[in-house]
């Protein structure tokens, strides 16, 4: 059930199919023992982290409307949370050239990508204050998801999963994307008067409600980490997108999700993207899933 809820995250249909096993011993951007291939292997801070980087994504006008505007979130929700997934795959357990000629591809697409907002702001997808806005959102939400749900980290650790994705995000072009937990206070602090309310926000989530996401029992979690994703936004922006109590997880919610997430977490997964890149660096296929 858990491999099939793995695959179910980032496979497509005749999409692409990646071999996270070669090049044999070429290193990733990131290394096998960072924070980074911790938390990444975890499907449930993947997908609670997710939801909540496109929330405070969204919550941002020009970000909202180029994601909104050139992609298929509101046709396709489950394609695009998949391309998403496998994005974040390669840029963290891929290897080296693979990530670079992947997140090449994505800069190209960016650069076609430009329009107004509703309110006559002009963006460009590759504009550099976008992109760091996304690249912080998205640190953010996958470190204080698995940091919440599955196992706690310490604030160095959490400064040093910043910083590890510092080289990705070079390459993405987020040039001044937070390297350190107060790095990310800071460009929150920043952000917080262009945010703004939309009813887009509250389509987002009621897309992410009723799509199905996962086989079986898994889909009975659903919408409980969907109100766990809300639970991580900063209160400040949740208030800001009037996402009151009634977003928020319940208590036994948090305690169900927190034991998936540390299941999931000793479980390795054979051929997930995880497990792959151990092999491909010459270590068991379970190597980061074992107790140290």
Known sequence: MLARSVRNLIETPGGPRVDFTAPAGEPALAAPDSVSWRVFKNPVALFV???????????????????????????????RLKRTGLAAMVTVYGARSAAEAMIAGVGRQH??????????????ADDVDL???????????????????????TDAEKDLFYA?????????????????RAAWEAQLAAMIPRLERSEIVLEFLNLMRETKIAPGAVSLLQRPLIRAAVGLVPAQVRDLLGLGPEWMPRPFERKAI???????DRIAVPGAPPAQACQRMGLPADWLYRKR
Request: charged share 15%; glycine share 10%.
């Open 131 to 153: 992109l760091d806005w996304v690249q912080a959102t998205a640190s953010f939400g996958f470190m204080e998801a698995y940091s919440a749900l599955v196992a706690p980290l």
């Open 164 to 180: 590890e994705a510092a080289p990705a995000a070079r390459l993405y072009g987020a040039l001044g994307a937070p390297d350190s």
């Open 49 to 79: 982290g997710g939801v909540t980087a496109v929330i405070l994504e969204l919550a941002e006008p020009k970000v909202r409307s180029g994601v909104w505007d050139h992609s298929t979130f509101r046709t396709d929700p489950l394609t």
């Open 258 to 264: 927190g034991l998936a997430g540390r299941i999931a």
């Open 111 to 124: 650069a076609r990508v430009a329009g107004q907002t509703p309110a006559g702001a002009a963006y460009r």
